[in-house]
């Protein structure tokens, strides 16, 4: 690892550079002061950075951010407005290199709950803590990629927030279960005074994806010494499309549907329109005869929609009618948080509540014509129904929706004796729902009686918490007293799945071939002596015959795929309810062994209700060398079991196969029977151990900086499985094992323990503040170098997979801000840096592209008139630029990758005004 080399040596040169002979035990904090900040010649000089004490990492009360023995990273309030977005998850992404995001449309409910990273781990190994309390995963199991089940960090608005600590290192040990790659804590406002409102409009160049924000927050006192903290953002974005026309040949005719278009036929008078995929006889009163699938030379349709969706509005990347878009969703979203304490004799009393509800609908992949969905069935009267012609004559898009629900409620009251002892008594509950629905789509299966729109399901994961949490500072003859805390959790967690309406799973006639029994098959003949069936025969009307079968591909032999098409529902099959309870106790001390030397060292001992017992431990120290130069290390282990989500877990979607066809995919728990057919087993927990090294500076007033290497390695890591394709044979398994949609799923997936990984990298942070004769300016620098290794993998995992999850993500990010005051007007220039990375095309790793490294920038503005009223103007990515276009797996009119994490929406403009007063 060349660049973690190189790292090291700039870093220790730079110590030996910096190094003093006097000391003190405290380096200043890594904070940068506020972005606004103080006009130049204020008392507030910009070149003193501020002390800031860190919750997380250490459960001494006075530390900060650089007197950890493990490296915390803390963005103010200020820090997190300064980004331009009504989600949080975006705001994090621009501003924690370490922290990255997919954009995922076409991507079921990752459409809605986007999937994050935290030093290129997956969610569900980041733990989120809101005011130092654990906050609830989401009820959404992302099936892409190796699958993955964390929090909605999304359902946070960004004005409650006070600040954001990240703690960079595994933790698993101080507070529980995911705190594998780090912790990320948001602590919320608690000014007991003061009102604040901001309104924000915003659009893409492109001329979409237009967002309006309201946001307010108000602090009222109680008592003398509480307060009540309210915050809500209501916000509402339009959808953005970054797609060219579909561009796929379809059926037989070996022509793109835009081609298809201008390839009208008046042979018989008639304008036709579309693919020619199929042979239309027609009665002389119009009625469909027979349709048999091949080319006649006319296209097929006779309706002018066909054409009609694929003509471009302007030139622009916006299509009517069925055209497929790639891009973000449209979204309505509010956020209510109240924070809340009020002190009581001896005690204070607190507590929040949060609540979210986010409406978002995106787009499915589009159903060309041709596609099994569309294929005409015979009815029982032996007429024909063509779901063209009476739904769908130029294709259809499913258009997906989910509503979001989550809201959570914590309180708690704590104190501190005399003695210094400090107790917390807690208690929480927190919950998000999921609730699909599904619209332009049909249930191919129950044929002309199917509905357009369905209700598909819900998706629930509840949690609930009682602590009790105790600190004591036990004087054993040190330099100072070491801080002992233990505690106690207990934790009930619960995953449910809900089946959809009726017709969103139903199993129609036409599941099956000759529903109504038209053809007498030899098969039939030879059944039964004694039915009457002595030959084979077609008894359709206008075609019967006797002693020969119904034409070839007549319809009536049509098998079409069941369940609202895209997205079948949850048949109650599929529904579950998994509950799990745990119970786990801690003991974490930490305390300075000489005036120098820092130590702790923590351990838990859990116990699940399904997974048994597990201990875990962590080891970190900082020793200082002189008054601004600090070493530290950590070294630790984790444990992580399987959320509820992901021993539950039962899904079948669409996905579209190389060759532009959608194809059903099913998703199983390890211990499900399909799975089993190709080898699932019950999963086991994973386990980490982990290490942290590391260096803090502060060489001069002003400038501080941070140097991290760290490596965590995952054993019996839980992945979703590559896919298995479902043969004939596979399929009559499936069937026979009572999978609903059997003869309609192409590939099989599961969860399992096939893969033992380590990630190892650099963390990079330094801060500049300083004053000049032109005003105030603080620069920020964070650069996160980040690779995965497969150490080893079972047969569950194939190459493909291998080669992106080490190859697909980029190496290196960097976020580097400059901001600068100068009188009433604020200037702030951000730069991100996405390095180098590539991705395979399939497991024979022959075709690879390798995609080159961008860069963004993004700038504003802010003029302020007598600190109550601001306007400021920005744009995000100023110069419009995308990263490199996909060379392959851009089917259906995807022009980018739409798992990557360099953002690919272009150029956002905005203005925003903002008013506080108190």
């Not at 190994?125 to 099936?143: F, Y």
């Not at 005409?376 to 024909?384: E, F, K, N, Q």
């Not at 024979?844 to 390798?850: D, R």
Request: glycine share 10%.
């Amino acid at each position: 690892m060349n660049q973690v080399t190189l790292v090291l040596a700039l870093t220790a040169m730079s110590l030996s550079a910096f190094a003093q002979d006097s000391y003190s035990p405290h380096v200043a904090s890594f904070v940068a002061p506020s972005v606004t900040g103080a006009p130049a010649g204020d008392d507030d000089n910009a070149d003193q950075l501020v002390e800031v004490v860190v919750s997380v990492g250490t459960r001494v009360r006075t530390r900060t951010a650089a007197d950890t023995a493990v490296p915390v990273d803390v963005f103010t309030r200020e820090q997190v407005e300064s980004v331009n977005s009504s989600d949080l998850v975006d705001v994090l992404n621009a501003i924690v290199p370490s922290f990255s995001v997919r954009r995922e449309p076409i991507s079921d409910g990752a459409s809605f709950i986007r999937p994050t990273h935290l030093r290129g781990l997956d969610t569900h190994h980041t733990l989120v803590l809101v005011d130092g309390k654990r906050w609830h995963r989401s009820a959404l199991m992302r099936l892409g990629g190796f699958g993955a089940h964390g929090p909605d960090v999304g359902s946070i608005p960004a004005i409650a927030i006070d600040s954001v600590e990240v703690l960079r290192d595994g933790a698993a040990a101080q507070y529980g279960s995911d705190a594998i790659a780090g912790v990320i804590n948001f602590n919320l406002k608690t000014d007991a005074s003061g009102f604040h409102a901001r309104a924000r409009l915003g659009g893409y160049v492109e001329g979409d994806g237009d967002e309006a924000t309201v946001e307010a927050g108000i602090g009222l006192p109680v008592g003398e010494a509480g307060f009540v903290n309210v915050s809500v953002q209501v916000s509402e974005s339009a959808p953005t499309s970054r797609s060219e026309p579909y561009d796929l040949a379809i059926g037989s005719s070996g022509v793109t549907p835009l081609e298809a278009t201008r390839s009208e036929s008046t042979a018989d008078g008639i304008t036709y329109y579309g693919p020619d995929a199929f042979t239309y006889t027609y009665a002389s009163n119009g009625e469909i005869l027979q349709v048999l699938p091949g080319s006649d030379g006319i296209p097929d349709d006779l309706d002018t929609r066909f054409a009609d969706s694929f003509l471009g509005v302007g030139g622009s990347r916006a299509f009517q009618g069925p055209a497929q878009i790639w891009g973000q969703p449209d979204r309505e979203q509010t956020n209510l948080v109240v924070n809340a304490a009020l002190p009581l004799a001896a005690v204070e009393v607190y507590g929040f509540a949060t609540y979210a509800t986010k409406d978002q609908t995106g787009g499915f992949f589009y159903r060309r014509p041709g596609v099994s969905q569309l294929l005409p069935v015979r009815l029982a009267d032996g007429s024909i129904y063509d779901p063209r012609a009476a739904l769908y004559p130029s294709g259809f898009t499913p258009q997906f929706s989910g509503d979001v629900i989550d809201d959570a409620i914590h309180g708690g009251v704590r104190g501190e004796r005399a003695n210094g002892l400090t107790f917390d008594f807690s208690a929480s509950r927190g919950a998000n729902e999921v609730r699909y629905r599904i619209a332009n789509t049909m249930n191919p299966s129950m044929g002309p009686d199917t509905p357009t729109r369905f209700r598909p399901g819900n998706l629930v994961n509840g949690e609930s918490a009682v602590n009790a949490d105790f600190t004591w500072p036990w004087q054993v003859g040190l330099s100072s007293p070491v801080n002992m805390a233990v505690g106690m959790e207990y934790r009930e967690e619960i995953y449910r799945i809900e089946s959809g309406n009726p017709a969103s799973h139903e199993v129609g006639p036409f599941a099956r071939p000759d529903p109504f029994n038209f053809e007498v098959t030899q098969a039939e003949v030879d059944a039964d002596p004694d039915d009457g069936l002595t030959t084979i025969e077609c008894r359709v009307p206008g075609f019967e015959s006797v002693g020969s079968l119904c034409p070839d591909g007549d319809p009536v032999n049509n098998t079409v795929p069941i369940g609202s098409n895209g997205f079948p529902g949850y048949p109650p099959a599929f529904s579950s309810e998994l509950h799990r309870h745990r119970k786990a106790v801690y003991v974490d001390l930490e305390g300075d062994l000489t005036l120098r030397w820092l130590a702790n060292v923590a351990v838990r001992y859990e116990t699940f209700s399904d997974f048994g017992d597990v201990g875990i431990w962590k080891l970190a120290t900082r020793y200082s060398l002189t008054d601004n130069v600090n070493l530290r290390a950590s070294l630790g282990t984790g444990f992580r079991a399987p959320t509820p989500g992901q021993l539950a877990t039962t899904n079948v979607s669409t996905r579209i196969d190389p060759d532009g066809f959608p194809r059903a995919e099913g998703v199983f728990p390890s211990t499900h029977p399909a799975a089993a057919l190709f080898g699932g087993e019950p999963l086991d927990p994973e386990r980490s151990r982990s290490w942290t090294f590391g260096a803090a500076a502060t060489p001069f007033d002003g400038f501080a900086l941070t140097a991290d290497v760290y490596q965590i390695r995952l054993d019996d890591r839980i992945v979703l499985s590559s896919q298995f394709a479902v043969g004939p044979d596979e399929a009559a398994d499936l069937a026979r094992l009572g999978v609903p949609g059997a003869n309609d799923i192409a590939q099989v997936r599961f969860f399992t323990n096939d893969v033992q990984t380590e990630t190892s990298g650099v963390d990079l942070v330094a801060s500049w503040a300083f004053d000049s004769p032109l005003g105030s300016t603080t620069l920020n620098a964070a650069v996160n170098i980040n690779r995965t290794r497969i150490l080893d993998r079972g047969r569950f995992v194939d190459a493909e997979a291998e080669y992106d999850v080490e190859r697909g993500v980029p190496g290196t990010r960097a976020v580097i801000t400059a901001i600068h005051s100068l009188g009433r007007f604020d200037m702030l220039l951000r730069t991100r840096y996405y390095g180098e990375h590539k991705n395979t095309l399939n497991a024979t790793l022959e075709t690879v592209q390798n995609f080159g490294a961008e860069v963004m920038v993004d700038a504003e503005v802010t003029r302020t008139w007598r600190e109550a009223f601001s306007l400021k103007a920005g744009v995000q990515n100023i110069f419009d630029n995308y990263p490199d276009p996909g060379q392959f797996e851009v089917c259906c009119g995807r022009i980018y990758r739409s798992d990557s994490v360099t953002p690919w929406q272009g150029a956002l403009f905005y203005l925003q005004a903002s008013w506080s007063s108190g």
